[in-house]
């Protein structure tokens, strides 16, 4: 049987959900764009590190696992316009992991990584010019009443 691969779009690839997803995404053949803030190699749950290639702009290939730099915090997840563009050319489904999780945090952050990092990812996917990519986001992914998915509106 022939899986279906994807070029996927990760946020908070190096934290605990992300990085264990790119890892496991990767294994099953999908090409794994990793959007990170601050570093970009990406340790897995097993403490083994994946060192992901930059990403060039240019689709990369099933089975590997690039990183670009961006912050969900800002609108177009902090990316140049062109970068922005062909990211979104290429991405075909985005999981949206990055959360602030700190209780000690200030409210503010959590408020701007958690609820304005969501919106501009959603608008990020809606704004794509290919495929309309679907949306799955849980700060909180232990229990399944807290995933919420926001489904791709219709061309």
């Known amino acids: 049987m022939q899986r279906h691969r994807r070029r996927i779009l990760v946020t908070g690839a ?5 990085s264990e997803l790119c890892g496991q995404l990767v294994e099953r053949g999908h090409a794994v764009i990793a959007l990170v803030h601050r570093r970009h190699d990406i340790l897995r749950n097993n403490g083994s590190v994946l060192h992901p290639a930059a990403y060039t ?12 730099a961006g ?3 800002k609108p177009s997840l902090g990316l140049e316009a062109n ?16 959360a602030e999780t700190k ?3 200030a409210s503010d952050l959590h408020r701007i990584v958690n ?3 969501t919106r501009n990812v959603a608008r990020f996917a809606r ?3 290919g495929p309309i990519p679907g949306l799955v986001q849980s700060a909180r992914p ?4 807290n995933v919420q998915v926001m489904s791709p509106r219709r061309r």
């Open 14 to 18: 190096t934290g605990l959900i992300g």
């Open 57 to 68: 702009g240019t689709p990369p290939r099933y089975g590997a696992l690039h990183w670009t």
């Open 71 to 73: 912050d969900v915090r």
């Open 83 to 98: 970068e922005a563009i062909a990211l979104a050319s290429v991405v075909e489904v985005i999981i949206h992991c990055a």
């Open 103 to 105: 209780f000690s945090s």
């Open 115 to 117: 609820v304005e990092g």
């Open 127 to 129: 704004a794509s010019q």
């Open 142 to 145: 232990m229990s399944a009443e």
